[in-house]
């Protein structure tokens, strides 16, 4: 009964205010139509049940219209004269009619229309589009900071709202940013390109880093979820290009490393320009790295990899073209057919200073790799959740919840353009640095396939010092096959048979050989003497053809210039065993001049303290021996070889 009674009481109070209300419209005052108004919506609360609640519902809407109609111009000009008083006045009125976000509608637009004006004045302007944004930026910035004070004093939520008023502004600019973004990228060169991104994103960073300061101190009181959208507003226009990031940076260096030159007529500008290219490489491939970061914060890492293999793959195929260049140059591959014998040192002295760039290169890349997985870590390193784990994507998301329910996040350090756009990249981001952070900067393999290249060119390197010093003993020994004296006896003098081999002296073409030899550890001191680690990291890294023999000492591995002059002693003696055995034929005399030359060789070898081959001293030994010993001397030797000198000496095997 007292329900029934209350709702009749109601409903005339709503008849009575219905009937009332054309007279309050008339009198224009806002604050008394909206007490009507107010007590209107507090009747029809108690008039769910009636049959024409709904029509009702209808008629206030209508009503409440009217009175934003009227207001609109008097809300306009509050706005725009930033009147506290009347501002606060509306605020009252709205907030009892259910109306703030159509108050608030009035706010924004107010400022906005100003805002884009402005923008629409700078981009007609003759301003780079650096100083256009740097511009809005700057406006946008004091529009903050002049807009919350003055919204604290009229709105409960200041933050909230100037938050919105720069989200909706960015989103109302035209020509749009993106829009802006692109052009500028369309009519940049190549060889610019990136740079340009990175102008533009900073001005855009430094105004992010602006807002960010203004609003941590009362991050407690904002609406996070709005704030994020801003944050997406203000750097999103940049997402295209921070997901290419990878491709443009790639695009860059390449261009950059083509400039830098590696080949020229003079062997000694080759060798120059490939030394001064090392702080070149690597200073290009550091500054990848702040690209990387500052455009990314780290998210493009995978395409940063990218990039720096493309450039290192550039360089070393430079590189190898360049030495391939210095061979041809310096006439290695074409051994002269005559027997004019002359020492030239400057393709080896020239080698060896390419062999200390390869050393440098070795040096520089590990210590790049060291700066590129530390700085990794320690940019992208909070993208990566405590419980990560790689067989579980998803136990990386599952710990950053639980983690914001202990402290509040900052959005402006939050942004993640990667995850959602290019998750499967996301993923490789998180196992990189998973791997980095498990096994520790120091023990990666981030740039493994490019440390082997390098390692290839230390032993291009290597070979090129070593074929510049064999070539000179090569040429002579390729003559031995082809003397013809040995089967006619025009070799040496043209005595008896029977003289005594003491009274025979080396040929010529071993002479040269044995005393170009015994000059060897002069030109090789510099591995000795010079304290050079990158000289030295190169040796030691590199391997030389000619490897000692299975079961000799090995002392010379203690000591880089035994170590080469060890090598070319065995390319030495294998190449003279190979041509000794390609002789057709052999008379007495000329016999006990090749053991005479052999024996010459040998003693070359003693004096420098190295062994002689098993395979020379084998062939000595079954020239030396008398016609009816053979068959015994040869029992202990290969037999393919006994067969040979016994062919060529005429001798039944």
């Not at 511009?135 to 604290?152: F, I, M, R």
């Not at 700085?375 to 136990?395: E, N, V």
């Not at 230390?458 to 070593?466: D, E, I, R, T």
């Not at 052999?586 to 003693?603: E, F």
């Amino acid at each position: 009964m007292q329900l029934a009674a209350e709702s009749l009481q109601e409903a005339d109070k709503w008849s009575t205010l219905s009937a009332d209300i054309e007279e309050t419209l008339k009198t224009q005052d806002v604050s008394v139509i909206s007490a009507k108004l107010t007590s209107m919506q507090s009747s029809l609360a108690m008039l769910v049940d009636t049959p024409d609640y709904s029509e009702k519902c209808v008629h206030l809407e209508a009503l409440k219209n009217r009175l934003e109609a009227m207001a609109s111009p008097q809300i306009v000009a509050a706005f725009n004269s930033q009147s506290v008083d009347q501002a606060k006045t509306f605020v009252k009125v709205f907030t009892e009619i259910d109306r703030m976000p159509q108050l608030l509608a009035y706010y924004y637009k107010c400022h906005k229309v100003q805002l884009v004006a402005a923008w629409q004045d700078l981009c007609q302007s003759d301003l780079s589009l650096n100083r256009q944004l740097t511009e809005l930026y700057d406006t946008l910035l004091g529009t903050w900071h002049s807009q919350l004070q003055w919204a604290t004093q009229v709105f409960k939520n200041p933050h909230e709202v100037v938050t919105v008023l720069l989200i909706q502004t960015l989103g109302a600019l035209v020509p749009s940013i993106p829009v802006c973004l692109g052009t500028a990228m369309e009519r940049t060169g190549q060889e610019t390109k990136l740079n340009k991104l990175l102008e533009l994103y900073d001005a855009t960073v430094h105004f992010a880093k602006g807002l960010e300061v203004a609003m941590l101190p009362n991050l407690k009181e904002q609406n996070l979820v709005k704030v994020m959208e801003l944050v997406e507003a203000v750097y999103g226009p940049y997402k295209p290009f921070q997901l290419e990031y990878g491709d443009l940076e790639e695009e860059n260096l390449l261009i950059q490393i083509s400039a830098v030159p590696l080949e020229h007529w003079e062997v000694i500008d080759c060798v120059q320009e490939l030394n001064h290219s090392v702080n070149k490489l690597f200073i290009l491939a550091s500054g990848a790295i702040d690209n990387c970061i500052k455009l990314t914060d780290g998210l493009g890492v995978c395409g940063l990899l990218k990039a720096l293999k493309a450039l290192f793959s550039k360089y070393t195929s430079d590189f190898t073209n360049t030495l391939q260049s210095i061979r041809k140059k310096c006439k290695l591959d074409d051994i002269p057919s005559d027997s004019l014998f002359q020492e030239d040192w400057t393709a080896f002295q020239n080698s060896v200073r390419i062999i200390t760039t390869c050393g440098e290169l070795l040096h520089q890349c590990g210590d790049f790799e060291q700066q590129l997985a530390n700085r990794i870590l320690s940019t992208a390193g909070k993208y990566l959740s405590d419980s990560y784990s790689p067989c579980s994507f998803s136990g990386f998301q599952d710990t950053s919840s639980a983690e914001k329910k202990s402290s509040i996040k900052n959005p402006w350090q939050e942004y993640n353009y990667l995850l959602k756009e290019n998750p499967s990249e996301y993923s490789s981001l998180m196992e990189t640095l998973y791997t980095l952070k498990e096994k520790g900067t120091s023990n990666h393999n981030l740039l493994s396939s490019s440390r082997s290249a390098l390692s290839r060119l230390n032993q291009l390197a290597h070979h090129l010092a070593f074929d510049s010093v064999f070539l000179r003993i090569k040429q002579q020994l390729l003559l031995v096959s082809k003397m013809e004296g040995w089967s006619s006896g025009g070799i040496g003098e043209t005595l008896t048979d029977d003289l005594p081999n003491f009274s025979l002296t080396p040929l010529e073409y071993i002479s040269n050989i044995g005393q170009y030899i015994m000059s060897l550890p002069l030109h090789l001191e510099p591995f000795v003497t010079q304290e050079d680690s990158a000289l030295e990291l190169a040796l030691h890294a590199g391997k030389l053809p000619y490897p000692p023999e299975q079961g000799d000492e090995l002392p010379e591995l203690d000591n880089m210039a035994d170590y080469w002059l060890g090598s070319i002693a065995r390319a030495t003696m294998q190449t003279y065993c190979e041509v000794i055995l390609q002789i057709p034929e052999l008379t007495v005399h000329s016999t006990k001049q090749l053991a005479t030359d052999i024996d010459y060789l040998i003693n070359v070898m003693d004096a420098l303290g190295l062994q002689p081959s098993r395979t020379l001293q084998t062939i000595v030994t079954l020239l030396k021996a008398k016609p009816e010993d053979y068959r015994q001397a040869a029992k202990s030797t290969p037999r393919r070889m006994a067969s040979s000198i016994a062919a060529m000496r005429g001798l039944e095997c």
